[in-house]
Structures are given as structure tokens and as C-alpha cells.
């Protein structure tokens, strides 16, 4: 399961951020659907596929949103048994974007173009080879999700 990044950095430089919760940008320079990948990412760690649902209810009608949710559901909890480490995340109303979540971004991304190959290029770099086609299989069903309810076209 992704874990809680750090409250803070800590002030003395012996320390660095944990692998993957490095801050490589900010949130805000993403896509929208890429963007709403990794609030709905947050979401999920903080409260659950339930949260997940409710979230995208309004955006999509009950059945779609719940397809999406679960894909969610399933890709993070795939990542959790399969990664190469724990999948770390900035907290909720984080400005920042880690570096485990740029990688959740894009591999979103490319399932929501439908880039099957390259979404599984991406897999491979954080997940285990023989979870590398489940994961962009789900990476498609939540992107194509988000792109239904329209997300790709505007901000949110």
C-alpha cells in the first residue's frame, strides 16, 4: 500500500526524502486527468475506495464511477504487493508532486490514450514482471474512466 510521506523534511542534511517521495514538481503542472490521478491517489490512501466513488459520483454516473474506483483500487493495491519498494505520496492539499506520483501519473496517463506498451515501460520500472500487463490493463480502465467524465477538458 503507498504510505503517508513525511510530515516535513527534517532540518538537519544527513537525512533525505525517502526514495520515491523526492518532490520533482509541482501538482499543478500536470494534466488535468493526470492531476486528478494523483488527488484521487491521496484520496484512496487517506479514506478509502469508498471516498474514491463518492469523488468521482459527480463526474460520472454511479456505474462508471464505481468501474473507476475499483480500478484504483486494484492498481494501487497491485502496487503494494508487486512494487519494487513502497509507493510513497505527498499528502492530501500537498502543492508537490513526489516522484512516485509524477511515475502513477503518467503510467495513468498512458492508459488513458490507450498506449498499452508504453504504460507497461512504465510499470516495469516500479512493479514486478509479472505484474506489468495487470497494471497497465488497470492503468487503461481508470484513465479511460477519467477521460469518460471529461476530465482531460477541464481543471479540477
Do not use: K, Y
Request: aromatic share 4%; with cysteine.
Amino acid at each position: 500500500m503507498p504510505r503517508d510521506f513525511p510530515e516535513d523534511f527534517p532540518t538537519d542534511d544527513t537525512r533525505r526524502a525517502p526514495p520515491g517521495g523526492a518532490p520533482v514538481g509541482h501538482i499543478d503542472d500536470l494534466g488535468a486527468l493526470e492531476a486528478r490521478a494523483v488527488r484521487l491517489l491521496r484520496l484512496w490512501c487517506d479514506a478509502g475506495p469508498g471516498a474514491v466513488e463518492a469523488r468521482l459520483a459527480p463526474d460520472l454516473d454511479p456505474g462508471p464511477a464505481r468501474a473507476a474506483s475499483r480500478a484504483l483500487d486494484a492498481l494501487l493495491r497491485l502496487c503494494g504487493a508487486t512494487g519494487r519498494r513502497p509507493l510513497m505520496r505527498h499528502a492530501a492539499q500537498c502543492a508537490c508532486l513526489g516522484a512516485d506520483e509524477a511515475w502513477f501519473a503518467r503510467l495513468v496517463g498512458h492508459g488513458a490514450l490507450a498506449e498499452r506498451e508504453e504504460a507497461m515501460m512504465l510499470a516495469m520500472a516500479f512493479l514486478r514482471p509479472d505484474a506489468v500487463a495487470e497494471a497497465a490493463h488497470l492503468a487503461q480502465a481508470l484513465g479511460l474512466g477519467l477521460r469518460r467524465a471529461g476530465i482531460g477538458r477541464r481543471l479540477h
